[in-house]
């Protein structure tokens, strides 16, 4: 039995241009931008932030408080969270936080008819994806949990807040609050007019401002088959680029790979054609629940939401099929670069 853990690289290449060191150059040197950065493990996962500019080592401060305030708010493994009163108790008012949460997530839900589903936690436990305690169910188990799963089953009061589970479902925004908390940062990068800044939550990443040389980020996407580095690369700035696959967690039993990524359906790893799907676009939140939804739906349905709601204006896709083969939308076709061939969706 093993596990496996991805990390979307990044090509970072800063290369600071200092001019000249002689006295009768002074004039002419170039002011060298600050810059500093951080490690920090949360939810489940090792973040780095690095940020450019006069007010850096503030803004990470409170870029590092502000995550672990995110990840003891929606952690399902305190009682004490908003999330762990609300599965223990069935019934909760919901933060603000939590309401953009959830609201976000219940958009996704209706739009990918069930693709994306935050009440899929129940059969994530007895997977043992949420304590690594790995296990494959029995299909009486699976098919006695999938009946408690659905977001149309949560009753939800806009207004006040209030959300109430029926008995037996539960709820989890993990698939979704990664995107939500790089989303803050990047709302903590702006507040101290940083330069530019980038974070890195496990397979998130998202993008303030340019390098110090005013040159845009270098985001690297992981080989998902684990026979290159990386599929390609993006030049990007204030974009968020995030990648599911189900190389990212799983375990083997009996010969059999098990992966994380549920198919809300049927309970069971989700056999979609695709090894991983790529969501660019400027919403951190959405994005992370995208990744997730166009990966159960596969490809053919993936391209089809991309052309009702996606489109060069929302959010772009880069899907690396089981064969190998690489599929982007038109959106990207100017800022991402492979050494190989990639089918453009227009």
């Keep these: 039995m093993k596990k496996g853990w991805s990390t979307v690289f990044l090509v970072l290449a800063l290369s600071l241009l200092v001019t000249g060191c002689a006295s009768e150059q002074k004039s002419s040197e170039k002011k060298k931008i600050k810059e500093d950065s951080r490690e920090v493990f949360a939810m489940d996962t090792y973040m780095t932030l690095k940020a450019y500019g006069e007010n850096c080592s503030e803004a990470l401060d409170e870029a590092v408080g502000e995550i672990q305030r ?10 004490e969270s908003e999330i762990g009163i ?9 933060s603000g936080e939590g309401r953009y ?26 997977w043992g994806f949420t304590d690594q305690k790995y296990q494959v169910p029995s299909k009486e188990k699976i098919q006695e949990l999938v009946k408690n799963v659905g977001m149309e089953k949560i009753s939800y009061d806009e207004e006040s807040g209030l959300i109430s589970l029926p008995e037996g479902v539960k709820i989890d925004f993990g698939g979704i609050a990664k995107g939500y908390t790089s989303q803050r940062v990047m709302d903590i990068f702006q507040k101290y007019q940083l330069t530019g800044g980038l974070v890195s939550l496990g397979g998130n990443v998202q993008t303030y401002g340019t390098k110090p040389d005013g040159s845009k980020f270098v985001v690297a996407i992981e080989d998902p088959f684990g026979n290159e580095d990386y599929v390609g690369t993006l030049n990007i700035t204030d974009k968020t680029v995030i990648t599911s696959g189900g190389y990212e967690r799983f375990f083997e039993q ?14 069971y790893p989700a056999e979609s054609g695709l090894k991983s799907v790529t969501i660019v676009n400027e919403n951190g939140t959405m994005a992370d629940g995208l990744s997730t939804a166009l990966f159960v739906m596969g490809k053919e349905k993936a391209i089809q939401y991309w052309k009702n709601y996606g489109g060069s204006n929302s959010f772009d896709f880069i899907l690396v099929e089981d064969n190998g083969n690489v599929v982007i939308s038109s ?11 990639v089918d453009i969706v227009k």
Excluded: C, W
């Design 70 to 79: 995110l990840d003891q708010m929606f952690t399902t493994g305190s009682k």
């Design 331 to 341: 959106g990207l076709a100017d800022s991402f670069e492979a050494d190989r061939d």
């Design 86 to 94: 609300l599965n223990e108790n069935g019934s909760e008012i919901l």
């Design 254 to 267: 009996d010969g059999v790979t098990y992966h994380h990524i549920l198919n809300p359906e049927t309970g």
């Design 101 to 126: 949460l959830f609201s976000v997530s219940k958009e996704i839900f209706d739009r990918t008819e069930g693709a994306f589903d935050i009440t899929v936690y129940p059969l994530m436990q007895e």
